[in-house]
Every structure is written in C-alpha cells, then in structure tokens.
C-alpha cells in the first residue's frame, strides 16, 4: 500500500469514528455506557463582590471583571470525575467553568452574572450539547434577591 493510500484510509476512519462518536450513534461492537448523574443535587448561589478585580477573556478581549457568581453544587454521593465535563445550564446560558471543592461538590463559576435571567431554571448535565437527554432538571430557580452576598 502506498503512502497516499495509507493516509486516506487512516483519515477516513479518524473521520468516521469522529461523526460516530458526535452523532451518539453506537459503534457495532461496542456497549453503550449508560450516563449516570448524581443523585440529590441541591444548589446554592452566591454573589460575589472581588476586592481586587480579575482578568478574562471576552470576546477576543482582556476584561477586569469585579464580581461573579458562584453555583455550589452538592450531592448525596461523589461526583465522578468524566470524559463530559459537567456543565450547569441556568435558563439558556451554559455554566462550564468550576472546579472540585470536595469529591460529592463542585462550584460553577459564571464571570458574566447579567447575562443569567431572573427565575431561569437550572439544570446539571454532562457536556455542552443543548440536545442531550441527560440533563437534569434541579429544584432550584435562579433570583438575584436569593444570592448570598459576599465580598473576598
């Protein structure tokens, strides 16, 4: 087999294997997974007032930003570390930056808190496609009255 040949048939099956794995379609062969989201999920929200301001990147540019929001996230059980990061989804924006505070909690950072609309339901799910069917819907709405304030 020559070169060529060889890489054509080496991309073809990277490409295919990339539309199986986005398409959710599973590989003959192989057993679906089955998603598990962790069990007894509440939410608590804060607000939080930065004493020295941070830098981020927004769209394109370098911004101090003076406050975030922070979404604490706990569970009756650990929540496993996955291929899908966990993302928080609160009305239509996609919560994907946070970090593990204990094994069964994660706190979810949001560097933009007015974009979130008032009383947006929030959800938890693995990976950011809007479409998947394992999102969870939590008991928690989000209010800015109902935030904790705190300044660090």
Known sequence: MERRDLMTALFTGLALAAVTCLSGTPVAGHEQIPVVVPKG?????????LRKPISIMQSGKLVEIFEILEFEVTAKESIPARALDPVLVVGERLVTKYRYA???????IEHQPRVLKEGSAVYFQWGRRVDTPHRLKLS?????????QETR
């Open 102 to 108: 204990a094994p069964n909690r994660l706190i979810f």
């Open 41 to 49: 999920l509440m939410v608590q929200a804060r607000h939080v007032k």
């Open 140 to 148: 928690f709405e989000f209010r800015r009255a109902a935030l904790i």
